[in-house]
Every structure is written in C-alpha cells, then in structure tokens.
C-alpha cells in the first residue's frame, strides 16, 4: 500500500506565502511524476504544478512566476512554495504521485495516488 500525506495549509493574507508539502510512504519502487491539483467550490480540479522524476517542472499560466514545485527523491516528497497569493488562489490543494511497485516476482503496478487535500484559503 501506498499513502500520501500533505500538510502546509492554512490562511494567508493576499500577497502572502505559504509552502505546502505531500509525503510518499509505502511499497514504493520508483516515482515518476508529482504533482499538486487544486480545486474550488464549483470549479473542477485543475493543475497547478508537475515535476518530472528528472526535475523538469510545468505549471500553467494562472500560477507560472508565483508558484514553484519541487521534490526530494530521497524522501520521496514533494513541495510546493506559493508566493505572492491572491483570494482566487483559494482551493483545496491535493498533491499526487505516479508511483511504482515491484512484487516479489518481479511485475511492476503502477498507479496514481492522491492525497486528502489540504485547504488554502486567501483573504483578508
């Protein structure tokens, strides 16, 4: 089995920071991409950050400048600073792994996993 557990958020001021983290534990091989989602009340999930298992990070338009991801291969963790935050940034924020498992008889599972999601609120 595999779990991810975020932690990091909260409320913030617009123009405020926070940093949210996501930890792999489990039967873990290998990890491929991670990543963060957020969504909002009424909205569908959306991407806000991707890296690579080689450290190549994508994000969209909305958070490009303001958002940085990044990961520790070693502890199988992934973070994700958020800078310069604005009320429309307010979400519910769930990280996920595309993670490997090897059996005993050497077949590999691969699968998405997500975490439970963290809320970030953005106000005044």
């Known amino acids: 089995q595999v779990q991810l557990a975020e932690s990091g958020g909260g409320l913030v001021q617009p123009g405020g920071s926070l940093r949210l983290s996501c930890a792999a534990s489990g039967s873990i091989f290998s990890i491929l991409t991670m990543g963060w989602y957020r969504q909002a009340p009424g909205k569908e999930r959306e991407l806000v950050a991707a890296?690579?298992?080689?450290?190549?990070?994508n994000y969209p338009d909305s958070v490009k400048g303001r958002f940085t991801i990044s990961r520790d291969n070693g502890r199988n963790t992934v973070y994700l600073q958020m800078n310069s935050l604005k009320p429309e940034d307010t979400a519910v924020y769930y990280c996920n792994s595309d993670i490997v498992t090897r059996y005993s008889n050497g077949s590999d599972y691969h699968k998405r996993y997500w975490g439970q999601g963290t809320q970030v609120t953005v106000s005044s």
């Open positions: 890296v690579t298992s080689g450290g190549i990070p």
